[in-house]
């Protein structure tokens, strides 16, 4: 009887995963599409110098600058996917709903895998589907992937979908280049075994992971930092009475210079080969960013209603991992203070990445991407090690269970208290379809009237570009420009 219950209980969860899944992609699927998908795709003037030198040696050698040097795989993942896959979707859709479902598509797909990689670093384990302790666990996590009314405040995948080949792709990147390290370096397990597939391994993701996004290296450099402090304080440790240079440098793991002095490596160029981006050459001083950074702090871990109930959920299990498992709590609670360090460490150094007028506090859901996404990994390897440790306690273990699942459903309550549909730029882009005339007037009557753009056209020539994604995809077949008309 108890079995037939927990199969019915697996079940139950797997609906309400796909479920939420479902929702997820319905929600990606109805996203405008952004004012930046033209710059890659076309691509721009501006992004034709970062596309003719992958790997940045002519920009440092001419001394030249120009827009995102070190984000080569960004601009030209993006250019190839948004010129190929509506394409491939026009098979089963109209030349417009493909675009959607395309930039729908390549989300929903990341967040399946970082949903994955979460559940695999939780449970050391690459099939992780086996009991109801996965699917809970995998639920809490898909709980977290907020896509509609919070999706600012702890957003992983962003609406937008050139935000997504800039930030959560590459993260993904990263995340596959450690991958093996964290194996070894947590669970002791060579994931990889032979080594001309270590080599390829890491030159490939390092490379995408890399030159990819303008968040990357920071987060190495700022990892590499930490299992630094990491492997020193074990050392000091371990070796309290017998300490020397020597024997420090001798006992580095060898997965160390593996994987981590070329990541190091990588990151430093990319870095530097970053300083040559011609956007925003006059940012604010560094201590006018500090100063901004402050301001920004206090909305994003305290007014930020997300965050910060995910950080007292993380608080609260380190407290029960305490109470209910002292013996073994030195397996889970020494990386919740190494999480906390990477994270003061990353937001002290945020403001050396530079300044965006849209970033105006330079804390923002995507520049700490990896912060948010390690206080949902937390939560989920806590709550595992909790149903774990306090089994012996039936009310008990219920009780924590109920307090998860409610942990839970607020998070989900959160994302679906808002139902996006599609905003009036499909209505726009049909009417300029149907249109005979090669210069279309909008009517100015919405709350949002811009497409595939920032701003709304008010003159024909501002809508050259987004015309000419159009004609690419198959949506127009002519050179069409249109403008809103200006409300009195």
Not at 78 to 93: A, D, G, H, L, W
Request: proline share 5%; with cysteine.
């Amino acid at each position: 009887m108890a079995n037939r219950y927990k199969k019915y209980i697996y079940y139950l969860i797997l609906i309400i995963i796909v479920i939420d899944l479902y929702h997820s992609f319905r929600q990606h699927y109805y996203y405008d599409l952004d004012g930046d998908i033209p710059e890659s795709t076309l691509p721009y003037e501006t992004v034709k110098p970062t596309l003719q030198d992958p790997l940045g040696v002519k920009t440092i050698l001419n001394q030249e600058k120009h827009l995102g040097p070190n984000r080569f795989f960004s601009h030209y993942l993006e250019n190839r996917y948004m010129n190929i896959c509506p394409k491939v979707f026009q098979t089963i859709s109209d030349p417009l709903h493909s675009v959607y479902l395309s930039c729908a598509f390549l989300k929903i797909i990341i967040q399946i895998l970082l949903i994955y990689l979460l559940t695999v670093f939780t449970f050391n384990d690459f099939f992780p589907f086996k009991k109801i302790e996965h699917l809970f666990i995998i639920l809490l996590f898909s709980s977290c992937f907020q896509t509609v009314s919070r999706v600012r405040e702890m957003g992983i995948i962003d609406p937008a979908i050139t935000y997504t080949f800039f930030y959560a792709l590459p993260f993904l990147f990263l995340l596959l280049y450690l991958l093996p390290f964290i194996f070894k370096e947590f669970y002791n397990k060579n994931l990889i075994k032979k080594q001309w597939i270590i080599v390829l391994w890491c030159i490939v993701f390092l490379l995408l992971s890399q030159l990819s996004g303008p968040t990357n290296p920071g987060i190495a450099v700022v990892f590499i930092i930490v299992i630094l402090i990491r492997y020193t304080l074990t050392y000091h440790r371990n070796n309290a009475n017998h300490l020397s240079v020597k024997s420090f440098f001798k006992n580095i793991p060898k997965s160390y210079y593996v994987y981590l002095l070329p990541l190091c490596t990588m990151a430093i160029y990319s870095l530097y080969l970053g300083t040559y981006n011609s956007a925003y050459d006059t940012p604010p001083s560094l201590s006018e960013r500090y100063s901004l950074l402050l301001k920004g702090l206090g909305d994003y871990f305290i007014f930020n209603k997300s965050m910060s109930i995910l950080t007292a959920i993380c608080i609260v299990n380190s407290v029960l991992i305490k109470i209910f498992s002292k013996k073994e709590s030195k397996k889970v609670l020494p990386l919740f203070f190494y999480i906390i360090l990477f994270t003061i460490i990353y937001i002290v150094l945020l403001p050396f990445g530079g300044y965006r007028p849209y970033r105006p506090y330079i804390i923002r859901y995507d520049s700490v991407l990896a912060i948010t996404f390690l206080f949902i990994f937390y939560w989920g390897f806590s709550s595992c090690f909790l149903l774990k440790s306090i089994s012996t306690s039936k009310a008990t273990r219920i009780a924590f269970i109920i307090y998860t699942f409610i942990s839970i459903c607020y998070f989900f309550i959160l994302d679906i208290n808002t139902l996006k549909l599609h905003s009036p730029e499909v209505r726009h882009i049909k009417q300029i379809q149907k249109s005979e005339d090669l210069i279309v007037p909008l009517e100015n009557n919405d709350w949002s009237s811009n497409i595939i753009s920032w701003e709304p056209a008010y003159e024909p020539w501002q809508s050259e570009n987004p015309s000419k994604c159009l004609q690419r995809w198959g949506v127009i077949k002519e050179d069409k420009r249109w403008y809103l008309k200006k409300t009195e």
